[in-house]
Structures are given as structure tokens and as C-alpha cells.
């Protein structure tokens, strides 16, 4: 059968990560980790395992990572090779009691995945993305499905998935809908661990799919004051205003918008040859007279005067309450650092790898970094009310119509066009890239709701101004 797979080929990561630094992020490099391969079926661990074919499978952030060799080395020790790539799964199970079934894959791989009794006290109370065993039982080392060699991904023709990971899909939804339940999975949990209260500003950074679906959960399971979301391109703009947020920006102007509704002041840029010139060239002509309001003879307090349109900011003195950064780079985690107000929460969903940042803020502001990682259980209210965030993931879905974010699939053989699609989906148009197992079908084939989306993109990409818009199915048991 074919996959697509990653090799512990040192020279290939190191290639991989050259060639992108050198020539841009957004090509699939020609000396890559990932190669399309003819392998054997997987053996299964257990009885309590089945067989399931993929139908389609999404490209993720974390994969488009892994090609281009930028993971932390953290994970060299938490994943096996070689692995077939995939989380982001909907499938038919091939055998067993559940043959014909259409299925989503909690991808996790947790004590009971493992087999490993007694189980970790985060896997007893269902918090499984904290499982303490990742890297033991009677399988390989993996955090997830697609990081696994004895699991297979997505990206394969076909995988092993245990019982504990199955969840039915409904009938009535769409295999775009439910290749679209782990990811918004993800941001139903991401949405839980910000703990946002009804009086707080709320900042996401980055609107793909984790930043979309991390919104559609925070309004339809939280109440803060308000919602920004920063978009870099038409499309993602049009999705973020469709699903919700008070206000669309582009990430540039962030600081600029947030100093307005947050009353903040602005401190510029730390000192530098280049800022101060910088600084001196944009705002030459506005140098504070000497009856400026900035300071007065009844005020001994020096408040920074109003600055241009142009002047630069280095970060707010007071800012959003919560900041969710769902990209985890270097840029993004100091956008985060220079928006939050003092003793703010940052919340980091995208998965960061080796980031160089200064954490003077971090420390001098009193900020909380709080990590969200894949999902379990949601204790809601207190442990009185208890959720598997997979089946609250499927309402989710469901109610917020999150198929349409599917806006292309490929076959694997056109792995290297799917890849470099994903990685420059916003400028193309497009949110989630994923992967159809039909060998017959070789078109690219975009949703019809995309479309729709489509015919509002000139409207927004005139204006640079922020875009304002005011039951688990059921687990299988043996």
C-alpha cells in the first residue's frame, strides 16, 4: 500500500531546513524528510485494534513543520520512524464488528491506547493530551496518530486506529465536516484553557484553521467583552468575520487598534541605531511644541504624546486581557508579549519549535504563559459536568457549518503540490488543504462554500482597515 512517510534521515532534515531558510518556507523543498512509499500493512498491537482506510486527511501546521525539518528537537524522543503523517482523520473501518463504518480518530496516544495499566492520573480524569506514557506500553513511542510507526497517519492508504480513538460519524454530516472535527477539537480545548471572563478583551493571532476554529469555539462556548483576530489575507478575513469576531485586523496594525480600545499608551521600539533613525525620519515634522498637553506646568506625570499614523510601536503599557497566539513563532509569541496588559494571560496553540524571543516582558509584566495542546476531556463548570472534547467537537462542526473550510483535496501522489498549497494556502485563497485516498480521482476539487466566500475577497482586499462585525455520536465498546 502507499504512504507517505517520514524517514530519520538526518541529512534530508538538515537539507529540508537549509533549502527553506535559503529559498522561502512555501515550496516543497526537493531534499525533504517526506517521501511517497510502498509499504507493508501494519500489524495490529491488539484486538481491541481495527483497520481503517482513510477517506480524506488533513494537512496540518505541525506536518507542514515536520517536512520542512523545523520541529524542536523535544520531539525526537516522543515519535517513532519511520511514521506516516496524519492526525486530521476521517476514515471507513475496514474490519471487526464497525466494518463500513465512517469514523473520526482521536489521534492521541494515551495509557489505554498503550495498554499500560494502571493508567497516568492525567489519562484517569480524561485529561489523555497530558498522558505521562507517550513513550511507553506495547506500542512505539508517539504523542499522536501520524507520529507513530506501528499506527500509520492519514497519509497512508491505510492505518490502525484502537477502539478508545473511534467516535461514529453522524450521517448527516459531510466527510468535509468531519475531517474538520480534530482540528476544531483542538480549538474547543484551546478556547477552555483560556478561562476568559465576560469583561475581557480577547486577541487571536493568526486566522487559519486553528485561529478559526479556536474562534468559533470561544463564541460558542465563552462570553468575553470582545474578539480581535488578526488575517492576513482576503479569505481568512471573510471567515473570521463570518464566524464571529467584533473585529478582523491585519497583524501589522494590531498595536495601533488595540492602543485605541484598550486606553493604552504606547512605548516605542527598544533603543536602536535603526529605530531611532527610523523614528526621527517618520516623525520629523512632529515634535511636541512647547505648550504640547504631553507635559504641562500642572502635571508632573511625562505621558507619551499622541503619536502618527506611521510611528512605531513597540509594545502597549496596558493592552488585551488574553492573548491566543495560534501561529508559534518567533514573531507571533513577541506580538503576544508587546499586546497583553500586565499580568495577562498568553495562550500558545501553535506549536512552537526552537523560537529565540525576549522574555523580559514575560517576567517584568507578570504574564502567564499557559501551552494548549490537543484535547481529552473539558470539565465544564467544575467536575460536576465532564465532556469529551471530540463529541463537543462534532456539534461544533456541525452547527458552525466547519467543512467549508476545506477548500482543496489531492490525491497522494500530488503530495508535493498539496504541501506547497498548504503552505501558502491564505495567499491561495484557501484555509484547510487535505489529502483524498481515491486513487481515481486526481482533480482538485474546492467546496462550493468557498465560493461563496470568494465573491465578497475584492470587497476586503480594498481596505486595509479592520474588517468590524458586531453529544458524542458515540465510542465504540467492546
Known amino acids: 500500500m502507499k504512504a507517505l512517510q517520514i524517514e530519520l534521515n538526518v541529512a534530508r532534515f538538515a537539507s529540508a531546513k537549509v533549502i527553506g531558510s535559503l529559498y522561502g518556507k512555501n515550496n516543497f523543498s526537493p531534499i525533504s524528510p517526506l517521501l511517497l512509499k510502498d509499504v507493508e500493512p501494519l500489524q495490529k498491537p491488539g484486538r481491541d485494534w481495527y483497520r481503517v482506510q482513510p477517506i480524506l486527511a488533513g494537512i496540518c501546521g505541525s506536518d507542514l513543520a515536520t517536512v520542512r525539518g523545523e520541529t524542536s528537537d523535544y520531539f525526537s524522543r516522543i515519535v517513532s520512524f519511520p511514521f506516516t503523517l496524519g492526525h486530521e482523520i476521517v476514515g471507513i473501518v475496514k474490519d471487526g464488528d464497525l466494518a463500513g463504518k465512517r469514523v473520526v480518530i482521536e489521534s492521541v496516544l494515551s495509557c489505554k491506547t498503550r495498554s499500560v495499566e494502571p493508567m497516568c492520573a492525567p489519562c484517569q480524569r480524561g485529561d489523555i493530551q497530558l498522558c505521562e506514557n507517550i513513550t511507553f506500553g506495547h506500542i512505539h513511542p508517539g504523542l499522536q496518530t501520524g507520529f507513530c510507526k506501528d499506527t500509520g497517519g492519514g497519509w497512508g492508504e491505510e492505518m490502525l486506529a484502537h477502539e478508545s480513538q473511534i467516535y461514529l460519524v453522524p450521517d448527516e454530516m459531510t466527510d468535509e465536516e468531519a475531517v474538520m472535527v480534530e482540528p476544531a477539537a483542538c480549538g474547543i480545548h484551546t478556547a477552555l484553557r483560556t478561562?476568559?471572563?465576560?469583561?475581557?478583551?480577547?486577541?487571536?493571532?493568526?486566522?487559519?484553521?486553528?485561529?478559526?476554529?479556536?474562534?468559533?469555539?470561544?463564541?460558542?462556548?465563552?462570553?468575553?467583552?470582545?474578539?480581535?483576530?488578526?488575517?492576513?489575507?482576503?479569505?481568512?478575513?471573510?471567515?473570521?468575520?463570518?464566524?464571529?469576531?467584533?473585529?478582523?485586523?491585519?497583524?501589522?496594525?494590531?498595536?495601533?487598534?488595540?492602543?485605541?480600545?484598550?486606553?493604552?499608551?504606547?512605548?516605542?521600539?527598544?533603543?536602536?541605531?535603526?529605530?531611532?533613525?527610523?523614528?526621527?525620519?517618520?516623525?520629523?515634522?512632529?515634535?511636541?511644541?512647547?505648550?504640547?498637553?504631553?507635559?504641562?506646568?500642572?502635571?508632573?506625570?511625562?505621558?507619551?504624546?499622541?503619536?502618527?499614523?506611521?510611528?512605531?510601536?513597540?509594545?502597549?503599557?496596558?493592552?488585551?486581557?488574553?492573548?491566543?497566539?495560534?501561529?508559534?513563532?518567533?514573531?507571533?509569541?513577541?506580538?503576544?508579549?508587546?499586546?497583553?496588559?500586565?499580568?495577562?494571560?498568553?495562550?500558545?496553540?501553535?506549536?512552537?519549535?526552537?523560537?529565540?524571543?525576549?522574555?523580559?516582558?514575560?517576567?517584568?509584566?507578570?504574564?502567564?504563559?499557559?501551552?494548549?495542546?490537543?484535547?481529552?476531556?473539558?470539565?465544564?463548570?467544575?467536575?460536576?459536568?465532564?465532556?469529551?472534547?471530540?463529541?463537543?467537537?462534532?456539534?461544533?462542526?456541525?452547527?458552525?457549518?466547519?467543512?467549508?473550510?476545506?477548500?482543496?483535496?489531492?490525491?497522494?501522489?500530488?503530495?508535493?503540490?498539496?504541501?506547497?498549497?498548504?503552505?501558502?494556502?491564505?495567499?491561495?485563497?484557501?484555509i484547510k488543504i487535505v489529502f483524498l485516498n481515491d486513487r481515481k480521482d486526481g482533480i482538485r476539487r474546492e467546496n462550493t462554500d468557498l465560493a461563496d466566500v470568494k465573491s465578497k475577497i475584492e470587497t476586503a482586499a480594498k481596505t486595509t482597515e479592520p474588517v468590524t462585525t458586531k453529544t458524542k455520536k458515540s465510542r465504540t465498546a467492546k
Open 195 to 430: 478561562a476568559i471572563k465576560d469583561t475581557e478583551d480577547v486577541v487571536i493571532l493568526g486566522a487559519g484553521t486553528i485561529g478559526l476554529t479556536t474562534l468559533a469555539a470561544i463564541k460558542n462556548y465563552l462570553n468575553p467583552k470582545t474578539i480581535t483576530i488578526t488575517a492576513k489575507y482576503p479569505v481568512q478575513k471573510e471567515f473570521a468575520a463570518s464566524l464571529g469576531a467584533d473585529t478582523v485586523i491585519a497583524p501589522q496594525e494590531l498595536l495601533r487598534a488595540l492602543r485605541r480600545t484598550t486606553n493604552s499608551l504606547a512605548v516605542p521600539p527598544p533603543i536602536s541605531i535603526a529605530t531611532v533613525l527610523t523614528n526621527k525620519l517618520l516623525n520629523k515634522k512632529e515634535e511636541a511644541a512647547p505648550d504640547s498637553p504631553a507635559l504641562t506646568s500642572d502635571s508632573k506625570i511625562r505621558r507619551e504624546r499622541s503619536i502618527s499614523s506611521k510611528a512605531l510601536i513597540g509594545r502597549l503599557t496596558n493592552g488585551a486581557d488574553v492573548i491566543v497566539d495560534c501561529i508559534g513563532n518567533n514573531a507571533s509569541i513577541a506580538q503576544a508579549l508587546s499586546a497583553v496588559k500586565p499580568g495577562g494571560r498568553i495562550v500558545l496553540a501553535g506549536m512552537p519549535g526552537n523560537v529565540k524571543v525576549d522574555l523580559a516582558p514575560l517576567w517584568q509584566r507578570e504574564v502567564s504563559l499557559i501551552g494548549a495542546y490537543g484535547y481529552g476531556t473539558e470539565h465544564l463548570n467544575g467536575k460536576d459536568r465532564s465532556q469529551s472534547t471530540f463529541s463537543m467537537a462534532i456539534d461544533l462542526v456541525k452547527k458552525e457549518r466547519l467543512g467549508r473550510l476545506v477548500s482543496a483535496k489531492y490525491p497522494l501522489e500530488r503530495y508535493k503540490e498539496a504541501i506547497t498549497h498548504a503552505s501558502r494556502a491564505g495567499a491561495r485563497e484557501s
